[in-house]
């Protein structure tokens, strides 16, 4: 099977968190202090984790942990009855901040298990490397039929190759400048600090949008559309956004109807901007619609921005603070009123 | 797949696939292909691009049959038009009928003919399977239909199966040539060509001979393939299906499933209580797959003027079953997960006799969360999925 995970005979920072994460889980479960615990376990893929509930303290076992660990799990934690303990990257924390501060989850009821984050993998980037750099032709292939994890690398193997990725090199956009690696807020936090990834300044995570808010307006124009174009409606990067909870989506409502299934170019702009606009002050870039995405549409142009806007406009950045008010909620006498976001 | 694989075979230099191409059109057939869309891969019509055919497209073949929107008729009650209700006249070649509409009965005429070029045996396979609900004795769309009958489908045998792939579990195989007029074997440098239905007859009889008067150097680049080049495609097909059958997916328990599912107590299974856990509810499974088939009709219109449209739609969603009243019979994920899962495997195969499955892949590479249908089978097969 492939390992994700990276447990060869060393005992590396990643073993040392997943022994780490199966022991919180044992605990947890058989003090029954929680009902369930979410993880994650092996895929069935190379190169995939797959979220894991588990309630059986024996079945702890099953929990692995490495750069495989893409989703963001607190996009279950709405829908949850009873106590849940779960694990969270420096990311997922603050979408859980904000589902507790717009009382979608009792803070008493969750058991926040904080991982030291060293970045994520991301497997566009994989086969972009693959491709360009790398023994097969770009995209023409499913390239990679089994994958291992060492402590910096890669090493995947497919039809005639094997092929060493530095880790560093196949890093989500979100992880290259992710400003916020170790969890802000948690119960436990497994391992120690020293074991995240080193935090970016916010600022480095701008420098992309910044350069395309440059651009001339029809060619943001023209790329926008080509991307938002490409949208099959299938609202992955909706569903898999944990803070896109409402009962019923905009996009769902029938009277009136906002948005038609109708190939109308201006039907998905209007879904991707009311999304993003709905997720202002509140989105933390944790890459889930991104990676959810099955055609690959930049997302990450938009909420970036909306993240960039937050930032200038009220010196915010979402889900630092479990006790502050949720940003559009709170006034200020010295918030900015000349713009509408 | 007898013997008979292998007999008659054609066979062409793999740098000569853009000569058959031209020819292709040149005797008046559109030409679609694989095309790259950003990061994703689709169907398109190639113009003059040369041909890459990449494992398997991100998006199957179907939507050039049954594309995501359509306009069944449309409607102008402005009182100037000359006919109040139209129906389309033509079907662009990537499969979109344009705004432009015609009186009268739905023109059987408006298509031009056309090939797809680099199909795969799953997506074709899965054409079949779509005739059960669109082309069916007791039922024919005829936008669908006609779609159909104006297609060359030319599959190309998969040599290298890949990992999701468990094709030879749902009753195909890498060189299985169902659905296919035509189908290509890749044999080292070359591919060995087998004309399968009188369509890919018709298509090689009309553009052979252009092919030869445009080289008159070298008159034509297709050949009878000689043993040599079979004995290397026999070796293909075995070392493709030995690849397959290595692949931890490729005997995924589908007959135990079906008939777990089949029982009365399939439906409620305590197993489904679980299963679906993960499911973010997203359409990615069912809008990437080549074999769901569900839509809706509704109506797009402006003040006095409409269409009455047809647009994909996903057992997915919650709005699929939402009534009028606001009663929801599929209330949670749960509820619809087991309705994609029992459709696939269990309504379709009493409607039908076979399973509406053909183990591409495309929902257990796409799904964000790896659920794996193969997975969820072999849960309902009563073993495990390693």
Redo the contacts between chains.
């Keep these: ?1 492939n390992k994700m995970t990276g447990n060869g005979t060393e005992k590396g920072t990643r073993h040392i968190i997943e022994e780490g994460i199966r022991n919180t889980a044992t605990k947890m479960l058989e003090s029954g202090e929680v009902d369930v615990f979410i993880g994650y376990e092996e ?4 190169l ?4 894991a ?1 588990i309630t059986c303290p024996e079945d702890a076992t099953r929990l692995v942990w490495g750069p495989a660990c893409e ?1 963001n799990l607190t ?2 934690l709405p829908k949850f009855q009873g106590a849940v303990g779960v694990v969270v990257k420096g990311c997922d924390v603050r979408t859980l901040t904000n589902l507790i501060l717009e009382n979608q989850i009792s803070r008493d009821k969750v058991k926040i298990v904080g991982v030291p984050c060293s970045g994520i993998i991301d497997r ?1 980037r994989i086969r972009k490397v693959l491709g360009t750099e790398g023994p097969i ?1 770009r ?4 390239p ?3 994958a291992q994890v060492t402590e910096r690398s890669l090493i995947l193997e497919g ?1 005639g190759f094997e092929f060493e990725i530095q880790l560093e090199d196949v890093l989500a956009p979100s992880c290259e400048t992710c400003a916020y690696p170790i969890p802000v807020v948690y119960d436990v936090l497994i391992g120690d600090e020293s074991m995240a990834r080193h935090a970016k300044d916010s600022e480095a995570g701008y420098v992309e949008v910044t350069r395309f808010a440059e651009l001339e307006r029809d060619a943001r124009f023209s790329y926008f559309s ?2 938002i174009e ?1 949208c ?5 990067c ?3 956004c944990p803070l896109c909870y409402c009962p ?1 989506c905009f996009t ?1 409502r ?1 009277s009136p109807k906002w948005i ?4 109308g170019l201006s039907d998905k702009i209007l879904f991707h901007l009311g999304r993003i606009l709905h997720v202002a002050g509140r989105c933390v870039d944790c890459g ?1 619609c991104r ?2 995405c ?4 930049d997302l990450r142009l938009l909420t970036k921005n909306m993240e960039k806007v937050v930032k200038e406009s009220f010196e915010y950045e979402s889900g630092l603070d479990i006790d502050c008010l949720p940003l559009l909620a709170a006034y200020k006498r010295e918030d900015p009123d000349d713009f509408i976001l | 797949m007898g013997e008979d694989t292998f007999k008659g075979l054609l066979k062409i230099a793999k740098e000569d696939l853009d000569v058959l191409v031209d020819a292709f059109a040149k005797s008046s057939y559109v030409v679609l292909a694989p095309v790259a869309e950003g990061e994703a891969t689709k169907f398109g019509v190639i113009g003059g691009m040369r041909i890459k055919i990449p494992h398997l497209t991100t998006r199957p073949v179907k939507e050039l049959f049954f594309p995501q929107n359509e306009t069944l008729f449309s409607f102008d009650c402005s009182g100037k038009a000359d006919s109040t209700i139209k129906t389309p006249d033509a079907v662009t070649p990537d499969g979109v009928i344009p705004d432009a509409v015609m009186p009268d009965a739905v023109a059987t005429d408006g298509i031009s003919p056309r090939v797809i070029m680099g199909v795969r045996p799953c997506d074709a396979r899965a054409l079949v399977l779509l005739d059960y609900v669109f082309a069916s004795n007791e039922y024919k769309d005829p936008y669908y239909t006609i779609r159909r009958e104006q297609t060359v489908v030319i599959t190309f045998a998969c040599p290298r199966p890949g990992i999701a792939c468990f094709c030879a579990s749902t009753g195909g195989g890498p060189y299985d040539e169902t659905g296919s007029d035509v189908m290509f074997m890749e044999s080292d440098d070359s591919y060995l060509i087998k004309v399968i239905s009188e369509k890919g007859r018709r298509l090689f009889q009309e553009s052979l001979p252009l092919l030869k008067g445009g080289c008159s150097e070298c008159p034509c680049v297709i050949f009878e393939a000689d043993d040599t080049d079979i004995r290397a495609a026999r070796d293909a097909k075995a070392a493709s299906e030995q690849l397959l059958s290595a692949n931890c997916s490729a005997n995924v328990p589908i007959e135990a499933a079906v008939d777990t599912l089949g029982r009365s107590t399939g439906f409620s299974d305590p197993a489904w209580e679980e299963i679906y856990r993960k499911c973010l509810g997203c359409a990615v499974c069912t809008y990437l797959c080549p074999t769901c088939h569900c839509f809706d009709i509704g109506d797009e219109e402006t003040n006095d003027y409409g269409e009455r449209v047809r647009n994909w739609d996903s057992c997915m969603f919650p709005l699929f079953t939402l009534h009028a009243s606001g009663h929801n019979p599929r209330p949670s994920r749960k509820e619809r997960f087991r309705q994609r899962v029992m459709h696939k495997f269990n309504y379709f195969v009493e409607a039908n006799d076979c399973i509406a499955c053909v183990g591409c892949g495309r929902c257990v590479e796409n799904c964000p969360v790896n659920l794996d249908i193969r997975q969820v089978l072999s849960v309902f097969a009563g073993g495990v999925f390693a």
């Design positions: 099977m895929g069935t893929l190379p995939r984790t797959t979220p509930f989703n996009v279950y566009d032709e995209s023409m292939e499913r990679v039929r089994s039809d080509r991307e490409r099959i409606q299938c609202y992955a909706r569903q898999a019923e769902d029938q038609s299934r109708w190939r889930a990676r959810a099955p055609v690959g549409i």
